[in-house]
């Protein structure tokens, strides 16, 4: 790009003035040869006209002017942070660096974005960079994006966030706009050392031109924006010229045109036979308006590229054609999103043979079917011996028995607009036969409401319905083995329910020999405690000290074992129904005190604390009082017997559901996989080893089943080492 010394673009570009001749430039800076405001409209004009970032620095990459055009990628997030920054100033140095063949075009060392530079220069002093870039092609991807994230320490999300709004451009586009920003800053060199006045003079004439010219510019701005320029051939001459958005689409930024075979050169070698065949012959020779696609190589770049072509012939007074005058549009796009259509059809074509479902249009007007590929492989047809005939695929490939409502499912859609799926056989012409699934969709009508066109979707689903089949024959072979599992396990739940019946005619048997061997076993017994206990007393006469401790542990064995036996005695006579609870009004708080009372001594040996609470104004509660007495007993005897140090406590409260009794304790506590058994007969928890050895392990079994014959429930909540809580919970029956 040059410019003739009286070209007033020099002004443009906010040239200063200058008096004499510049000998020296070692001093010279940028700032004192432009006017910063006017090259700060040039930078921002240029962005936006070429939609790319740009700023101009110094040799350091500190900037000079503003940024135009930067994306946030680049002004928010990678120059907000210290080393993104630092980055920057470094490529930008780097793009700036002296090249007179051209600009330098490189990915940034800060983000990995295209940028491009060139250097501005003055007597061979270089004084400052011109930077342009911030745009992506397919070589930048997110992965590149988040390591570049985690190296300068800044958000990922937000990084990636901002590098899918960076403008797009492919490498060859970018390049064309470094070559316009290297011979712009080559003219911004050149015309810095020429006569800067000269320019300032010239300036004014180019407002002048300016104003005269808008019209021609809106012109060329539209066709630009429309990818299209005009032309005129001068047939007789054989010269052609264009507007410069032509010039544009062609690839030759400038012009000027040429002849025909000029034009030609231009084409595509595989189109220059065909366009030079149609210009003569149909165009020239057969007086008809130029209209043809043909692809281009743009000199430019190389590019290959699809225009359209039109214009109108103007003859002479012999009627003779003399000018073509027409346009030139770039079609690329176009053609690129059929190709791209043509490619989706594609793959909805094997999406559909992979599924197994094929589309049909029906002209109802015309009475012809429109397939797609998969439907010929669906009905078993070719494509070449399809004729497209409705009542033809119906009467030749539909089975005879499906006939009918295939039809009538077409005319619930085509008279009621209403879709009417249908399940039907296909039998090939191979005679197999094959299920389908077809589903009308969309109705079309003309103007008077008309049907006009009909689609839908065919699926086979021949697969299916024999795995149907099969499914419903292994179903019908697993409820016949059902079925024999069953009868067998009514056998085996009837010899149980027999084994049962023995079990529990023995058990009562049992119970009923304990309970009548009561008065055989407690009756030595207490003899034994009785007779022991005058020998301590000394009514025999006096015992020396081991006869007394001998004595006394007879005496305490036989008061154990009585005890033992009572519970054995207890559990026999609730299993043998021999005892029957008695309801009666029962005054909780004060058998829960006198429990207490009644084995204080025992906790008083042990150095335990005591504990009772109980509201005033609880009431009575109908219950069996000697039940809850020996319920209470043997929960807060256990209490006592597995805590060393500590307390026990009787809390009586009253809730939504009847009275609450807690038994709490503050001793070694129960392990979470003895909970569950330890209301198990004979069951004896590990915790302690002394005091498992004092019991049978029938106190709490007792107790449940004592609560369970008034309607009460007993629920345990303990932790190793810190206590237990045995929670009875009595219905009120007032």
């Not at 800044?154 to 290297?182: H, K, Y």
């Not at 012959?281 to 770049?301: A, C, H, K, M, N």
């Not at 003859?315 to 003779?320: C, H, N, P, Q, S």
């Not at 022991?532 to 006869?547: C, D, F, K, M, R």
Request: with cysteine; net charge negative; proline share 3%.
């Amino acid at each position: 790009m040059t410019f003739p010394e009286d070209d007033p673009l020099s002004n443009s570009m906010g040239i200063e003035p200058v008096e004499q001749a510049l000998e020296e430039t070692e001093s010279v800076v940028f700032e004192d040869l432009f006017d910063l405001e006017d090259i700060q409209r040039l930078q921002e004009s240029f962005a936006k006209a070429t939609g790319v970032a740009s700023i101009i620095t110094r040799l350091d990459g500190s900037p000079i002017t503003a940024p135009s055009g930067f994306c946030r990628l680049c002004s928010e997030i990678i120059r907000g942070s210290e080393t993104g920054l630092a980055h920057c100033y470094e490529s930008d140095a780097a793009l700036g660096r002296v090249n007179s063949e051209g600009p330098v075009i490189q990915t940034c060392l800060s983000g990995g974005l295209w940028d491009a530079g060139a250097s501005i220069t003055v007597g061979g002093k270089h004084i400052a960079n011109w930077l342009i870039g911030q745009v992506r092609d397919e070589t930048q991807s997110d992965e590149q994006m988040s390591k570049y994230a985690r190296e300068i320490g800044v958000d990922e999300q937000g990084m990636l966030a901002a590098f899918r709004e960076v403008p797009s451009m492919s490498r060859e586009q970018f390049g064309l706009v470094a070559d316009a920003l290297f011979i712009l800053a080559s003219q911004l060199s050149t015309s810095a050392y020429q006569n800067i006045q000269q320019a300032r003079f010239i300036a004014k004439r180019r407002q002048a031109e300016e104003r005269l010219n808008d019209r021609e510019q809106w012109l060329n701005e539209s066709q630009r924006v429309a990818s299209l320029g005009h032309y005129i051939f001068d047939i007789k001459k054989d010269y052609w010229e264009g507007s410069p958005s032509l010039y544009e689409v062609l690839g030759i930024p400038g012009g000027p045109g040429g002849d025909f075979e000029g034009w030609l050169e231009l084409v595509h070698p595989l189109d220059r036979e065909m366009l030079t065949r149609y210009f003569t012959d149909e165009v020239l020779g057969g007086r008809q308006s130029f209209d043809l696609e043909y692809r281009i190589l743009r000199p430019s770049d190389d590019g290959e590229r699809w225009v359209h072509g039109l214009g109108k012939l103007s003859y002479d007074e012999a009627g003779t054609p003399s000018s073509m005058f027409g346009i030139i549009q770039d079609i690329t796009d176009r053609k690129v999103a059929e190709q791209e259509l043509r490619r989706s059809e594609e793959k909805l074509n094997e999406a559909q043979h992979h599924a197994h479902i094929g589309s049909w249009t029906w002209d109802i007007k015309a009475d012809r079917l429109e397939w797609s590929d998969e439907m010929f492989h669906l009905f078993g047809l070719e494509q070449e011996t399809f004729n497209g005939a409705l009542q033809d695929v119906i009467a030749e490939s539909i089975h005879p028995d499906d006939r009918g409502k295939v039809e009538a499912s077409n005319a619930a859609v085509i008279n009621e607009g209403r879709p009417s799926p249908v399940e039907y056989r296909i039998v090939w012409p191979d005679s197999s036969v094959h299920t389908v699934w077809a589903a009308a969709g969309r109705l079309e009508s003309d103007e008077q409401g008309n049907p006009t066109l009909l689609s839908g979707t065919v699926q086979d689903i021949t697969q299916r319905k024999e795995a149907e089949s099969e499914i419903l024959r292994l179903n019908a072979e697993l409820e016949d083995r059902v079925r024999e599992r069953t009868e067998e396990l009514t056998a085996t739940i009837a010899e149980l329910a027999e084994t049962n019946s023995r079990l529990e005619e023995a058990t009562r048997a049992k119970s009923d020999f304990l309970a009548a061997m009561s008065h055989e076993l407690r009756t030595p017994l207490n003899s034994v405690i009785g007779f022991s206990g005058v020998l301590l007393q000394g009514l025999a006469g006096p015992l020396t000290e081991e006869q007394g401790h001998q004595v006394g542990m007879i005496n305490n064995s036989g008061r154990h074992l009585l005890g033992l036996v009572n519970e054995v005695l207890d559990l026999a006579k609730i299993e043998s129904a021999q005892t029957v609870a008695t309801i009666g009004a029962t005054d909780v708080g004060a058998i829960a005190s006198g429990t207490l009372d009644s084995v204080r001594p025992l906790a008083d040996e042990k150095g335990i604390e005591m504990r009772c609470s109980c509201p005033d104004g609880l009431g009575l509660v109908q219950t069996d009082g000697a039940y809850l007495e020996q319920i209470l007993l043997n929960l807060v005897g256990n209490a006592i017997k597995f805590t060393d140090e500590g307390f026990v406590s009787v809390v009586v409260s009253r809730d939504e559901s009847g009275v609450v009794v807690a038994v709490e304790d503050s001793g070694c506590g129960i392990e979470g996989n003895e909970i569950d058994r330890v209301f198990d007969d004979f069951y004896q928890a590990s915790a302690n080893t002394r005091a498992k050895a004092q019991g049978t392990g029938l106190g709490l079994a007792v107790s449940r089943r004592l609560a369970e014959s008034i309607g009460a429930q007993i629920d345990v909540s303990s932790e190793p080492s810190r206590g237990s809580v045995f929670t009875l919970r009595l219905p009120d029956q007032r």
